[in-house]
């Protein structure tokens, strides 16, 4: 079965460039989530999407900005990158409407590590 | 005050013993409810979803308690490899969709 894909797995950028992350979701989920997994740490939620708009904000900072187009992938748009935006960032989806009989459990994509340097 | 919260842990648990811990929940419009297992920087997969009359699958036995608004997780017979960290995720609804808020996560380690 087709997972949430994830791209680049890798990603190194110098300090104040800009980055972009990307994720596909599970076909027929219109939900998508992004979190950002510092070294040690639990996962911190930053934004969601539903149906292509904003659902929810976390703690993304005001660097950041993401949005999910009308195919349901989202990205992640990182500017002027800081030594702390190091991390493992994940991206998950479900669907957000709630149809008998379907499952609603969020799926994980295998994530980007960021490294800034 | 989190919508979601753990227990960060972490949980030593002896190989062969059990373990049990909870979440609690804010919103009691919430209406599905999952556990998540995280190993060391990989990602979150689902470990198995908590139905009203609870349920159990394998070692793992997970409940609802919609009064006091909390879910647990039992592990029986510990194993090296259940060492990770759980999370626990609430799916509240609002009209037709649903909206996921993550806990924190519990660590467990288990030990020889």
């Known amino acids: 079965a087709a997972g949430v894909i994830q791209s680049p797995r890798h990603l190194i950028k110098e300090k104040r460039e800009t980055a972009t992350l990307k994720c596909y979701p599970i076909p027929r989920h219109d939900t998508v989530y992004w979190y950002q997994q510092g070294p040690g740490q639990d996962p911190q939620f930053l934004i969601s999407f539903y149906e292509k708009m904003q659902s929810d904000k976390g703690s993304i900072p005001d660097r950041f900005s993401a949005q999910q187009f009308s195919d349901y992938h989202s990205e992640l748009n990182m500017s002027s990158l800081e030594l702390g935006d190091s991390a493992l960032y994940f991206c998950?989806?479900?669907?957000?409407?709630?149809?008998?009989?379907?499952?609603?459990?969020?799926?994980f994509g295998q994530g980007t590590r960021l490294t800034v340097v | 005050r989190k919508e979601v919260e753990q227990d960060p842990g972490p949980f030593n648990v002896p190989e062969g013993a059990t373990v049990a811990f909870n979440c609690t929940y804010s919103?009691?419009?919430?209406?599905?409810f999952f556990w998540y297992r995280q190993d060391c920087r990989k990602e979150p997969k689902l470990l198995m979803s908590?139905?009203?009359s609870g349920n159990e699958d394998g070692r793992f036995t997970a409940q609802l308690n919609r009064a006091s608004q909390y879910i647990s997780l039992l592990i029986r017979d510990s194993k090296l490899s259940d060492s990770a960290t759980y999370l626990c995720?609430?799916?509240?609804?609002?009209?037709?969709?649903?909206?996921?808020?993550f806990g924190a996560g519990t660590q467990v380690v288990v030990t020889p």
């Open positions: 998950a989806s479900s669907l957000g409407r709630l149809i008998e009989g379907e499952d609603t459990e969020a799926f």
């Open positions: 908590v139905y009203s």
């Open positions: 995720v609430v799916k509240r609804t609002t009209d037709s969709w649903g909206k996921l808020q």
């Open positions: 919103n009691s419009a919430s209406q599905s």
